[in-house]
């Protein structure tokens, strides 16, 4: 489909390996380091093939989280106020 097409797999065991702080301040804070991250990837795809950033909007570029989650990989019954606003990996049938 055209959005997995649009979308960055970003692994927070790489960025942990090149830079711990910066994967800590993600997984707490997303929503202060994903635009930066999505515009960085917007950037680069844009440069990279004008006519492939050109077919959708410039928002559909996205970053997804994989990896290990640690203490942020939680079942649904340990999903608390505490993780509130973090990157969360829930794991349970839906």
Known sequence: SSKEE????LNVDDLRSFN???ALALMRSPAEYLPAFEEALREIVTNHDPSFAKQGAANEF???VVGSFGAHHVS???LGSALLNSVVRVEGIV
């Open 76 to 78: 649904p019954r340990q």
């Open 20 to 22: 711990r702080d910066l």
């Open 62 to 64: 996205r970053i997804g």
């Open 6 to 9: 649009r979308r960055l797999l």
